[in-house]
């Protein structure tokens, strides 16, 4: 004992699990440190609902484990869960007021998953409404500050990135030691990019959706933000595994993530795809990827130049795919069943009241695009369209890993800009996810490294996309680039 | 394609979501700003390409025919904004 | 196969109607198309629901594989080509016994293809009906409008249930025809197995598509496959016994022709039948125009049948109504019409085939279609609820054969094992119902008859009609139980006809 609360919370998760191990301080105290250091960070709006005492109670449970000599991998661990994850008996809004005072009866697979090893939960982290963002700027509970601020930027508070802006914020502050996410076009890597942490969206399958509330079920993938890129192996390989419950969920065995981090990449065939030197992208970010390069070239990867000619085509596909089939799975946030109800003469006004007073500006325009591109005589020119594009997409990765096995990219066109200033345009928003939204498309595991910093002093992400369950490479490429980069930024403390 | 207000009072109506008339002419302008971008997509050569509809390429798991679930109404009905002796109680349907 | 069409007379030439079914059928399971709850009729509301057929945030469906296996036996049953992969889309509107807000269907893609279903009417002759598709889908739950004034009561029990929808090509021309189509379909699926065929609780229910054309449209049709000669179709939603869809029909056609010969246009619409009103009537207002935005649903997977599997479903299947019928005809020597009655319920053809063992196919027959069938259905019984036993059955025939009891002692007989007396020789046996072909006694009893009434004797010989008054009495004398034969024969020797 004798450590203090804020070297508790500026532990890794590893580095936590290890001084639980070695009973160098209880579940129970190291909870006490985070929950302290949510209550003092409120200023950041990162959590939009706080559980201590199931946190405490989560933590003397695994006290108890410890003592008894049971103790499981991540007894004691404390996380914050993104909103969008239902958890049993716990208010689950996914960022929006129409979900109201909705407390699900039960308890997400991926989330059950890393209860059942012992994480403690500190409560349910801010996000985008319904997933749908990428600046936190459409959440129902308001803003999420990003706690690092720029250098050049006078006093101006940032945005985290979106949609898992919350955990992003959470994580970077060291209010918890790791949270889940979820990544539909990039909502977890570029989050990640924006705070100078890590996160990875895994292979599509390989997290079970059930009781993630749906945005676009054939892109959404749960994964973590954690400080480092071990810290995301540990959460990952808990938060993995085949759920029977999802019928597109992958049957294959999960390995332990872990020890591929500091596996050497010598040998490693990375491609470098020309398509993701955009116009316009900044020097910066351009430089910090030829780094990159360098890095791994040092560390005996061998660098091949690929294309994949359909990158600039993933967005706009994107934002057919993505919207349509939010307009069908919001379908049920009708006012009927479960949250909020709106007055009106007649069914039909009900239903029009509820959601209009329950969806916020965003999700109602990407349900009102989702609706247009699938109604008659539209479906094959918008809908088709975009599913025909986005198999030309993947089959450019296939491609690509004819003469590589993983992709080297830039995380996001930019470091974290300042809230309210991409808001007037949707489009400059959606741009955000140029360099990530590929991966949701095709299916494919990626992971967002802080790298380096920008000229403000703002962090700045790589991404490593790897094939199909092939996790395991993608971590010891990200191991690489982190050891090399030797990112040690922090957030300095103003909250 | 441009839509025009009209169009997005049939679509919100089709989503079910109330829109003031006096927002349908900018919400129109945005969407058309969208759809205009999206019309990008007409430059890729999709000819003979099947459509994707999922990341996983596997066939839909079946699962045995046994009753695991249900039973519990009071689970069902514990988020409602009405229900009444087990029913989810809803405004008046006019058939 | 012959045209049957009704023709209607209108105030300005004659019509015909056309007609084509969609039959939801639900399976057979024991618990819903994509959840673990259970399917059942009389739970409690909202017993037999899951989170997944409620819609909370995050519920995903996994497909039944009971439930495509029936699909496959019924497609196979109807002889239709089974698609060895089919995939689920869709279909998204608001109601509030539909909590997705879509159902999830297979519309571009069924299970089940082309069929063909022959039909047997009741004169005898025949027509086939073809099969568009059959594919599963999802039950909605049920909306209750009369538990309170201003608002609706909605219960999910049978939410999620698995359906098959058969659709069938307009291949119907009479109100008579799509209720002897959905009667072959029906035991059709009964014989399957793969829905109990209960209309009365709506596990069988029809929607029907009706509309009209000009004498000779249809033909150019069923010609050259084009739409445009039928008139516009109107859709009577869930009618759900073979008299309301009869009934519907008959109103729907009347109805559209009129607004027709009133210079008027028909609207594609869904109407629902009223049977206490006998009309139908417009389910849904005109500013509803519905656009389905069908898609793929992104949470399943396409349904990959393995080629092996639905071989080994083939070579399991019972034998379906139109091959048993043929059988029973060529086996037993029934008649066309005898082997349809007998086939149109796989229990029934049962029964007679265990009474029929060893006797008079015929007369056995006629005991099952005319006494049995009658009374059961006097009382409301399935035949598989009959208080006689097949056996019985084959014996009462037995005693009749070997002349112990006539046909008309033999309905006594029958009536006694209807109020559960037991085996026919008992009964007989017990109420002394043993034929007497002795003719001694027979002929005492005509002797004394004819003595007593020589004018009658006399009168007879000019009029030989008469004869039956002398039949009747003897039959009196002797309780019925004389033979009849022998009665006749001895009657005409005395009175020298």
Redesign the interface.
């Known amino acids: 004992m004798g450590l203090l609360m804020s070297e508790l919370t500026a532990l890794t998760l590893k580095a936590a699990l290890e001084g639980l191990k070695a009973k160098r301080f209880s579940a129970v105290e190291i909870t006490r440190a985070h929950i302290a250091a949510v209550e003092a960070a409120r200023p950041l709006n990162a959590f939009v609902l706080e559980t201590p005492d199931k946190a405490l109670d989560m933590a003397a449970a695994s006290d108890a484990r410890i003592a008894r000599g049971e103790a499981r991998p991540l007894d004691g661990a404390p996380l914050g869960i993104k909103d969008l994850f239902?958890t049993e008996g716990v208010r689950?809004t996914?960022g929006s007021k129409i979900?109201g005072?909705?407390?699900?009866?039960?308890e997400?697979t991926v989330t059950a998953n890393l209860f059942g090893d012992g994480a403690v939960m500190l409560g349910k982290l801010n996000m985008d409404e319904f997933a749908m963002g990428s600046s936190n700027e459409t959440s129902a509970f308001g803003n999420v500050i990003n706690p690092w601020k720029s250098a050049s930027g006078g006093n101006r508070a940032l945005t985290p990135g979106g949609s898992s802006g919350g955990s992003a914020a959470a994580v970077a502050a060291d209010l918890c030691l790791g949270a889940t996410a979820t990544d539909t076009g990039g909502s977890i890597r570029q989050p990640a990019a924006f705070t100078g942490t890590v996160g990875i969206k895994p292979t599509?399958?390989l997290c079970s959706?059930?009781?993630?509330?749906?945005f676009?079920?054939?892109?959404d993938q749960a994964g973590p933000i954690a400080k480092t890129v071990e810290d995301a192996a540990i959460l990952l390989t808990s938060m993995a595994g085949h759920d029977?419950?999802?019928?597109?969920s992958?049957?294959v065995e999960i390995s332990d993530f872990a020890p591929f981090v500091g596996k050497s990449v010598k040998g490693l065939r990375v491609g470098v795809p020309k398509e993701y030197r955009v116009d316009g992208m900044p020097a910066e970010i351009e430089k910090l990827w030829q780094d990159g390069i360098d890095w791994l070239k040092d560390a005996g990867a061998e660098i091949v130049e690929v294309s994949l000619p359909?990158t600039?085509?993933a967005l706009?596909?994107y934002?057919?795919v993505a919207p349509?089939?939010a307009?069908?799975n919001?379908?049920?946030y009708?006012?009927?069943?479960?949250?909020?109800?709106g007055e009106?003469r007649?069914?039909?006004?009900?239903?029009?009241?509820s959601?209009?007073e329950g969806?916020g500006d965003e999700v109602?325009?990407r349900?009102?695009?989702g609706?247009?591109v699938?109604?008659?005589g539209?479906?094959d020119?918008?809908?088709?369209?975009?599913?025909?594009?986005?198999?030309?997409i993947?089959d450019d990765f296939d491609q690509a890993w004819q003469t590589c096995d993983v992709l080297l990219t830039p995380t996001a066109p930019s470091a974290a800009f300042a809230l309210g200033e991409r808001n007037a345009d949707?489009?400059a928003m959606y741009l955000n996810d140029v360099f990530t939204v590929t991966t949701n498309?095709?299916?494919l595991p990626s992971i967002s490294v802080p790298a380096g910093l920008d000229a403000g002093g703002l962090p700045l992400g790589l991404q490593v996309i790897g094939k199909a369950l092939d996790e395991g490479t993608v971590f010891s490429v990200a191991g690489a680039l982190e050891k090399a980069a030797a990112f040690r930024g922090k957030a300095e403390k103003w909250w | 394609m441009a839509i025009d207000a009209a169009t997005v009072r049939k679509v919100a109506r089709l989503a079910r979501i109330a829109e003031p008339e006096a927002r349908l002419e900018s919400l129109a302008s945005e969407l058309n700003g969208i759809l205009a971008w999206i019309e990008q997509l007409n430059e890729v050569d999709t000819n003979g390409v099947e459509p994707m509809t999922s990341a996983v390429a596997m066939a839909a798991p079946l699962r045995e025919d046994v009753v695991t679930d249900g039973g519990d109404a009071a689970k069902v009905l514990a988020n409602a904004p009405k229900s009444v002796d087990g029913f989810f109680v809803v405004p008046k349907v006019v058939e | 196969m012959t045209d049957s069409a009704t023709i209607l007379k209108g105030r300005t030439g004659d019509w015909e109607i056309v007609l084509g079914l969609e039959v939801h059928a639900q399976v057979a399971s024991r618990s819903k198309l994509f959840s673990g709850a259970a399917v059942g009729f009389g739970a409690g509301p909202n017993e037999q629901v899951s989170l997944v057929d409620a819609a909370m945030p995050g519920m995903l469906p996994v497909l039944n594989r009971f439930c495509v296996e029936q699909a496959v036996r019924t497609g196979l049953g109807l002889k239709a080509k089974i698609n060895l992969k089919s995939t689920f889309d869709r279909k998204n509107y608001f109601y509030p016994d539909l909590p997705q807000g879509y159902q999830i269907s297979q519309f571009k893609s069924p299970i089940v293809g082309e069929g063909l279903v022959n039909v047997d009417r009741d004169d005898g002759t025949s027509f086939s009906v073809r099969i568009e598709r059959l594919h599963l889908e999802q039950d909605a739950g049920k909306s209750i409008h009369d538990l309170s004034p201003n608002e609706t009561y909605v219960d999910l029990n049978r939410s999620g249930t698995a359906l098959m929808e058969i659709v069938s090509m307009p291949d119907m021309r009479s109100p008579e025809d799509a209720a002897a189509y959905v009667k072959k379909l029906r035991a059709i699926l009964i014989t399957l197995g793969t829905c109990d065929g209960d209309m009365e609780k709506g596990n069988l229910r029809a929607d029907v598509n009706v509309s009209v054309c000009r004498v000779g449209q249809y033909a150019k049709f069923r010609a050259d496959g084009d739409f445009k000669h039928l008139g516009t179709r109107c859709e009577i939603k869930n009618v759900n016994s073979y008299r309301f869809i009869q009934q519907a029909i008959n109103y729907e056609a009347r109805r559209q022709i009129e607004i027709l010969e009133d210079g008027g246009k028909i609207d594609q619409e869904t109407r629902l039948y009223d049977p206490t009103k006998n009309e139908t009537r417009s389910m849904r207002s005109k500013e509803e125009a519905h656009d389905y935005r069908y898609f793929p649903d992104p949470d399943l997977l396409p349904l990959v049948l393995d080629a092996a599997w639905v071989k080994a479903i083939e070579a399991g299947l019972p034998e379906l109504p139109d091959a048993k019928k043929a059988r029973l005809m060529s086996a037993y020597g029934l008649s066309a019409y005898d082997a349809t009655v007998l086939t149109s319920d796989g229990d029934v053809a049962a029964y007679f085939e265990e009474a029929a063992k060893g006797r008079d196919a015929k007369l056995t027959a006629n005991w099952v279609l005319n006494d049995l069938l009658g009374r059961l259905g006097k009382d409301g019984l399935e035949i598989t609820a009959s208080p006689i036993p097949a056996a019985d059955i084959a014996a009462l025939v037995a005693l009749i054969e070997d002349g112990t009891i006539s046909g008309k002692i033999a309905r006594t007989v029958f009536e006694h094992m209807w109020a559960g007396e037991g085996a026919p020789s008992a009964i007989v046996e017990k109420h002394g119902l043993v034929q007497i072909t002795d003719t001694g006694a027979i002929e005492a009893a005509v002797d004394k008859l004819i003595a007593e009434n020589p004018d009658k004797a006399a009168a007879v010989k000019d009029k030989p009609q008469a004869i039956g008054w002398f039949v009747g009495q003897v039959m009196k004398e002797t309780g019925g139980k004389a033979n009849p034969a022998a009665v006749n024969e001895i009657l005409k020797a005395k009175l020298g006809l």
């Open positions: 239902c689950s996914a979900l005072n909705f407390i699900p009866p039960y997400s599509y399958g959706r059930w009781g993630i509330v749906a676009a079920s054939s892109l029977p419950k999802d019928s597109t992958l049957d359909h600039k085509y706009p596909a934002y057919i349509a089939e307009s069908s919001l379908a049920r009708d006012g009927m069943r479960f949250g909020h109800r009106g007649s069914l039909t006004e009900v239903y029009e009241n959601r209009a969806f109602k325009r349900i009102l695009i609706t247009y699938l109604s008659a539209y479906y020119a918008y809908y088709l369209k975009a599913q025909k594009v986005r198999r030309r993947a949707p489009i498309l095709a299916g």
